[in-house]
């Protein structure tokens, strides 16, 4: 009787895991979210360092399916969403700077034709205190949608556009090895 009250409270504790939020440096992400009408799961979390020790934000990847593959979510058609939950105050300069500097390094010979786009996607940067919310949900055949704070600032045409988004954390140069691997739930 008492081995099957432990095993119980195992499975119980399990449970209450597996449903619980995804946390970190204070940081709450819910498991699961519902972006364009599609229930989302949280794959991973990391943490943006910038010269490797100042935290900057903590991101969060909602997938349809969960995947520990850049290809497959890059190569993805279902609904994607990155959540960046900021935990410092960073300049408008800075993080359209951060954002050049991802596309310049992950987007390659497509980089020209995103231009103008990036340049929308800048244009809709605000200051950004501890605490603020950006999110990028990716919608295959609309681009992308951009919240800042909770509030629809832009959405961003192109399916090109989205995955060279989305290479920015999960290309070839991300910002730090680190913050891939966690979005990747590795």
Same mark, same amino acid.
């Given at each position: $009787?008492?081995?099957?009250?432990?095993?119980?409270?195992v499975?119980?504790? &399990?449970?209450?895991? #597996?449903? /619980?939020?995804?946390? $970190?440096?204070?940081? /709450?992400?819910?498991?699961?979210?519902?972006?364009?009408?599609? *229930?989302?799961? =949280?794959?991973g979390?990391? @943490?943006?360092?910038?010269?490797?020790?100042?935290?900057?934000?903590?991101?969060? =990847?909602?997938?349809?399916?969960? /995947? #520990? /593959?850049?290809?497959?979510? =890059?190569?993805?058609?279902?609904?994607?969403?990155?959540? &960046?939950?900021f935990?410092?105050?960073?300049?408008?300069?800075?993080?359209?700077?951060?954002?050049?500097e991802?596309?310049?390094?992950?987007?390659?010979a497509?980089?020209?034709? @995103?231009?103008?786009?990036?340049? !929308? &996607?800048?244009?809709? $940067?605000?200051? @950004?205190?501890?605490? %603020?919310? &950006? *999110?990028?949900?990716?919608?295959?055949?609309?681009?992308?949608?951009?919240?800042?704070?909770?509030?629809?600032? !832009?959405?961003?045409?192109?399916? %090109?556009?989205?995955?060279? @988004?989305?290479?920015?954390?999960?290309?070839?140069?991300?910002?730090?090895?680190?913050?891939?691997?966690?979005? =990747?739930?590795?």
């Amino acid at each position: $009787m008492r081995s099957m009250r432990w095993g119980t409270l195992v499975f119980a504790l &399990l449970l209450c895991g #597996a449903a /619980s939020a995804g946390e $970190m440096v204070g940081v /709450s992400l819910p498991d699961r979210m519902t972006a364009e009408g599609k *229930s989302l799961v =949280l794959n991973g979390m990391g @943490l943006r360092k910038a010269y490797a020790v100042a935290k900057v934000y903590v991101a969060g =990847l909602y997938l349809e399916k969960k /995947s #520990a /593959s850049p290809d497959e979510i =890059l190569g993805s058609t279902s609904v994607r969403k990155i959540v &960046l939950h900021f935990v410092r105050d960073v300049s408008r300069e800075q993080i359209t700077g951060a954002w050049t500097e991802g596309f310049e390094k992950n987007a390659g010979a497509a980089l020209p034709v @995103l231009r103008r786009r990036i340049d !929308a &996607l800048n244009a809709v $940067m605000p200051d @950004l205190a501890a605490g %603020d919310v &950006l *999110s990028f949900t990716t919608v295959p055949g609309k681009g992308v949608l951009v919240e800042v704070r909770g509030k629809t600032a !832009a959405t961003i045409e192109g399916d %090109d556009f989205a995955k060279a @988004l989305l290479s920015i954390w999960l290309g070839a140069a991300p910002p730090n090895a680190a913050l891939k691997d966690g979005l =990747l739930g590795l």
